[in-house]
């Protein structure tokens, strides 16, 4: 199936590793060229090279904190006019919400709301001249289902998620579409991390506390950043202009409502 959207350019926020470079290399391989960034530039670099190698687009790259204003000035001057724009950055520590502070909720606030609302506001006027924009913000499943040791991010998510679902309604007319992946649980580095904290805690090993956790998913399984990597394009697609303000979500069918 051809998305439409060869020789497009995107910007795909955090993506050396996990969700956000499943995302870059799905877009590279429907022909999309994209300027990738994290903040360790090792990894990043081996990355984009391995994308360069199998897709032949043109990947640049940049080592930045996109959750900082001189780190997005950075990406918005190397790449000032993207098509696609996909935003993501690292979550939020988990904890009980009586130990944090106002700092805490600021930096929560700043790195997954604000970053993501600033990026859009850098380029999506641009986008709506050119009558073409896909924007695609990873949040998480917790936006719908709370975790309850993450209200940090249940909190800052759920705000950048109002936010969007506004403006989405505002600049659909223009062919400009905002729509957000909700991840339950993917294998990426940031669950192993999370798995190896948790049988440190608990005693367990990382695998009892893996497999305990995908049998609370219906699909007994963690997600493939690929399977996340082809949401991603197919709500960058050309043909996917009238689905606007979605919140969709990828977790095995661990939430249980019917809508
Ligand atoms: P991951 O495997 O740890 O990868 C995170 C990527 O983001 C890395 O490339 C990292 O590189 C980059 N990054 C982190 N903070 C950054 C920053 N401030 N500026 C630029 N780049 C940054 O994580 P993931 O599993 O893909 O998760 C991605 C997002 O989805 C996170 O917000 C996470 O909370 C959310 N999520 C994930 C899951 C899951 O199951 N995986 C579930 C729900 C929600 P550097 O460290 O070098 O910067």
Known sequence: MDLGIRGRQAIVCASSKGLGLACAQQLAREGVNVLMLARGAEALEAAAQAIRAETGVNVSTIATDITTPEGRAKVLELCPNPDILVTNAGGPKPGDFRDWSRDDWVAAVDANMITPIELIRATVDGMIERKFGRIVNITSASVKQPIESLGLSNGARAGLTGFVSGLARQIVSHNVTINNLLPGPFA????????????????????????????????????????????????????????????????GGTYPGTL
């Open 188 to 251: 990426t580095d940031r669950l192993t991390q999370n798995a190896v904290v948790r049988a440190k805690a608990s005693g367990q090993t990382v695998e009892q506390i893996q497999n305990a956790r995908k049998a609370t998913v219906p699909a007994r399984r963690f997600g493939e950043p690929a399977e996340f990597g082809q949401a991603c394009a197919f709500l960058c697609s050309a043909g996917a202009g009238f689905m606007t303000g979605q919140n969709l979500v990828l977790d």
